[in-house]
């Protein structure tokens, strides 16, 4: 059986991807890494360890992970972030406090250790920034071997970034961090807009959710209509929210749900031109073995459906 670790920054979608890799049979999910971004690590922390509760998956431990890029020391939400993700990251949806609290070890230990102990069972999935495996590689370089598969979620391709023309909200809040994966990490599939963005999950969905009758059904609804009525709002979508998060979850456990290209990547971080997190083909390693997949494309029709069919069963 595979292990899966979930480094998210919680966040609606990321709170999609939780529920849906507990969901999932095929995996066993052994730790979840919270992370800054939608919102800041303590508060991803305290939302995950929350909505692993209302899931009834307590026995699942959460780990901290870094609290900001690894060039900084320092972190602020971003506005937008908090209008897609609402102030307190889910939707301004007020969740029971968990009993259960993080566990003293530190995330990128945890992580460490796993790849370690699990080697080719493991997939890492981060759907936030990546400082956390950026600095495990760092402390143990032998991570970008032993991790059986790398998903991630983040980047942007074929199509523009959602940040800045180039740039994805997870590169961009640490490109350093992302360049350093994408050069180092074995086995990486990229999970980026370029296939999130035709994943759309409408209300048509979260009623459906509300008609199961259960708490899970009705807080994971509120939550996910606050951030499907932030896209309509901000002009990003007129009546559907982004997979982003579980697509990457969804690829990892079934890469047949989207068409991928061997490309080895990198990371741009540079102010000056404009190309600040910017993931593209590394030239100088284009005729070196493919380690990377860039997914371009992504059956939809399957995909959305088979997520909605594990939903209602976990919630
Ligand atoms: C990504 O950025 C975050 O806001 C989302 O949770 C997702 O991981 C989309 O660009
Ligand atoms: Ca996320």
Redesign the pocket.
């Known amino acids: 059986e595979k292990k899966m670790i979930l480094d ?2 919680t ?4 709170a999609l ?1 939780l529920a849906y890799a507990i969901g999932n049979p095929d995996v066993d999910l052994i730790g979840v890494i919270a992370s800054y ?2 919102t800041t690590n303590q508060i991803a922390a305290q939302n995950t360890l929350n909505l692993l509760h209302l899931l009834g998956a307590d026995d699942v431990p959460v780990f901290i992970g870094e609290g900001h890029s690894s060039t900084t020391d320092h972190f602020d939400v971003m506005p937008i ?1 908090q209008q ?2 609402g102030k307190n990251g889910i939707g301004d949806v007020e969740l029971t406090t968990a009993k259960n609290q993080v566990s003293n070890q530190s995330g990128v230990d945890f992580l460490i250790e796993a790849a370690h102990q699990y080697q080719d069972k493991l997939i890492m999935l981060p ?2 920034p990546l400082t956390n495996l950026a600095k495990a590689l760092e402390i143990d370089p032998a991570v970008g071997q032993l991790i059986g598969q790398t998903t991630l ?2 980047g942007a391709l074929s199509v523009p970034g ?2 800045t023309p180039f740039s ?3 590169i961009h809040q640490d490109p350093e961090a992302a360049d350093v994966v994408f050069r180092h990490q074995e086995n990486l599939t990229m999970v980026g ?1 370029d296939v ?1 963005l035709r994943t759309l999950l409408t209300k048509a969905h979260t009623a459906e959710w509300r008609e199961l009758g259960t708490v899970a059904g009705q807080k994971y609804a509120d939550i996910v209509d606050y951030y499907i009525d932030a896209y309509h709002d901000l002009g990003i979508n007129e009546n559907g929210a ?1 997979l ?2 579980p697509l ?1 979850v969804a690829v990892s456990i079934d890469p047949s749900y989207i068409t991928a290209l061997p490309l080895n990547m990198k990371v741009t971080y540079d102010n000056q031109t404009g190309d600040y997190g910017r993931t593209i083909g590394d030239t100088e390693r284009l005729l070196d073995s493919t380690t990377a997949q860039a997914a371009v494309l992504v059956d939809q029709k399957r995909f959305v459906p088979d997520f909605q069919e594990q939903m209602l069963a976990v919630l």
């Open positions: 998210l920054d966040g609606v979608d990321d991807a971004g939608n972030s897609i993700h759907t936030g979620m983040g959602n940040v994805e909200a997870n807009l999130t982004a982003h998060d990457a």
